[in-house]
């Protein structure tokens, strides 16, 4: 079946040091992949996406390439800040059924 | 532009109680999803909609969990009776045909 593993948490990290979140999938066919990130007491935003192998996402510092030889989708940050601590969930999804699958979330702090 | 608008945003019931959950997606979206977030993990569908249609509900236990979204607009999601195991974060999102999701800011339910 269709799923999504990630690293386990918290990360706890100080202001300015780059940050990896593992991501890892299985899929059957060929899924476009995204992060999202939960701010405390928000709900889930879009973080950046790619939809097809060799693709890289960007967004707000953050970036992902879509990596099919290793089924992984690790989220990097060269510097990370205060304002970045939050749950980062990947997720696989098809555009022909729109089903979303989560991982289940990678919380980051990070300390000034 | 309006984003995806929950209400309530925090629900506390005693169990066997009734509880409903409603949504307001974005405007020009056909497609709208309720998820179930349980603590620390990921959300999971429960029911997918293109329009008034319920095209994906296997996820959604029938026994006590309905939905509906008439006119193809705003959503309803409701328990009847309520169970202890249905304290979560009940999210609802919405998409323009099988694009980009866009969350709610969810809505907290507790069982007593």
């Known amino acids: 079946g269709n799923s999504v593993t990630q690293m386990e948490g918290p990360v706890t990290l100080s202001e300015e040091a780059f940050l990896t979140i593992n991501c890892t999938y299985t899929a059957t066919g060929y899924p476009s992949l995204f992060w999202y990130v939960q701010y405390p007491g928000e709900g889930l935003q879009l973080l950046l996406k790619?939809?097809?192998?060799?693709d890289k996402g960007s967004n707000k510092g953050f970036e992902a390439t879509y990596r099919k030889e290793t089924t992984s989708f690790h989220l990097e940050k060269g510097s990370v800040q205060v304002s970045d601590s939050a749950v980062y969930f990947c997720?696989?999804?098809?555009?022909?059924?729109?089903?979303?699958?989560f991982g289940q979330g990678t919380t980051l702090q990070v300390k000034p | 532009e309006a984003g995806v608008v929950q209400s309530p945003r925090y629900k506390i019931i005693e169990k066997k109680q009734p509880v409903a959950f409603w949504c307001n997606p974005i405007?020009?979206?056909?497609?709208l999803y309720w998820y179930r977030q349980n603590l620390g993990q990921g959300p999971e569908l429960l029911i997918r909609y293109e329009n008034e249609e319920a095209v994906d509900d296997s996820q959604l236990p029938k026994d006590r969990f309905s939905a509906e979204r008439l006119k193809g607009v705003d959503s309803t999601l409701k328990i009847q009776p309520a169970e202890l195991g249905d304290s979560a974060v009940y999210l609802c999102?919405?998409?323009?045909?099988?694009?980009?999701?866009?969350f709610g800011p969810g809505t907290r339910l507790l069982v007593l």
């Open positions: 405007s020009g979206h056909n497609t």
């Open positions: 790619a939809t097809k192998a060799d």
């Open positions: 997720a696989l999804g098809f555009s022909n059924t729109g089903k979303l699958i």
């Open positions: 999102a919405s998409s323009a045909r099988q694009e980009t999701q866009y």
